[in-house]
């Protein structure tokens, strides 16, 4: 297997998650098209927006809320951000 994947968010080739984000079919259609850099980035926001809008996993509309703010992140649309947030400048 290849250690690297062509991201979908960042349109290049990029090294691969060590495994699966989780399990089944979603898991593996991420695992094969995002990179760890991305998920990594991700994850930060995914915390971000948890804390930040008190939300509860097992609240399924929390869970959908997710979801379509990772679909926006991968697909290079604005998500959600804490409010106050600015992002680091590099």
């Not at 089944?24 to 760890?36: A, D, H, L």
């Not at 509860?56 to 979801?67: E, F, G, I, P, V």
């Amino acid at each position: 297997m290849s250690s690297t994947v062509f991201c979908r968010k960042y349109k290049k080739e990029l090294p691969r998650m060590d495994r699966p984000p989780y399990p089944g079919p979603n898991g593996e259609e991420i695992f094969n098209n995002v990179s760890k850099e991305a998920w990594l980035e991700w994850l930060a926001l995914q915390t971000m927006l948890i804390n930040e809008k008190q939300l509860s996993l097992a609240d399924s509309s929390s869970r959908k809320y997710l979801n379509e703010q990772l679909e926006k992140f991968l697909s290079n649309n604005l998500t959600d951000q804490p409010e106050g947030f600015s992002p680091q400048k590099d």
